[in-house]
Antibody
Framework: EVQLVQSGAEVKKPGESLKISCKGS????????IGWVRQMPGKGLEWMGL????????RYSPSFQGQVTLSADKSINTAYLQWSSLRASDSAIYYC??????WGQGTLVTVSS | QAVVTQEPSLTVSPGGTVTLTCGSS?????????PYWFQQKPGQAPRTLIY???NKHSWTPARFSGSLLGGKAALTLSGAQPEDEAEYYC??????????FGGGTKLTVL
């Protein structure tokens, strides 16, 4: 069974860094891209970008280029989304999704002073 | 950057048929946009109904189908059920596998 399991909710202060994860199981992790999606409170889905874990080829949405970093460690079947300096406006639920459409359960990120 | 358009809201009667569409500001939607359709209910993660235009998952109810129609991607629901009331999003991929969601369609079954 294909599963994507994301790391737990985070509460951070503005300016702090953060790395959240998405662990895949039940399939060859290197054969499918992993995408990241933002959903701000009460809003729609926003595509952030994707990564191919096999070679770490990364494609960012222009809106998120330079704002976040996608990475992956294929040795542990895990993809990451990270921020170097969080803002209050980064508060949202973040989902990972695999090529073909299997979703993680989401990670709630709250950034507040 | 391209814009992906969906109907903001639609209403369907129980047992009725409705088609949701997904258009692109750059021109006709084709299979090379690899259209995806997702359903999201309040407080839940999205789930994929259709990928790559018309492919279903094992959990996709048979009453949902995907296609290309009149230059757009389309999601057709035949025989609507009360549990189909939800927000529906399409996702298109552009050059360089850069994805873009539509704004979502709020479907009411009434």
């Amino acid at each position: 069974e294909v599963q994507l399991v994301q790391s737990g909710a985070e509460v951070k202060k503005p300016g702090e860094s953060l790395k959240i994860s998405c662990k895949g199981s039940g399939y060859d992790f290197t054969n499918y891209w992993i995408g990241w999606v933002r959903q701000m409170p009460g809003k729609g889905l926003e595509w952030m970008g994707l990564i191919y874990p096999g070679d770490s080829d990364t494609r960012y949405s222009p809106s998120f280029q330079g704002q976040v970093t996608l990475s992956a460690d294929k040795s542990i079947n895990t993809a990451y989304l990270q921020w170097s300096s969080l803002r209050a406006s980064d508060s949202a639920i973040y989902y990972c999704v695999r090529g073909g459409g299997h979703w993680g359960q989401g990670t709630l990120v709250t950034v507040s002073s | 950057q391209a814009v992906v358009t969906q109907e903001p809201s639609l209403t369907v009667s129980p047992g009725g048929t409705v088609t949701l569409t997904c258009g692109s500001s750059t021109g006709a939607v084709t299979s090379t946009h690899y259209p995806y359709w997702f359903q999201q209910k309040p407080g839940q993660a999205p789930r994929t109904l259709i990928y790559d235009t018309n492919n279903k998952h094992s959990w996709t109810p048979a009453r949902f189908s995907g296609s290309l129609l009149g230059g757009k991607a389309a999601l057709t629901l035949s025989g609507a059920q009360p549990e189909d009331e939800a927000e529906y999003y399409c996702l298109l991929f552009y050059s360089g596998l850069r994805g873009l969601f539509g704004g979502g369609t709020k479907l009411t079954v009434l």
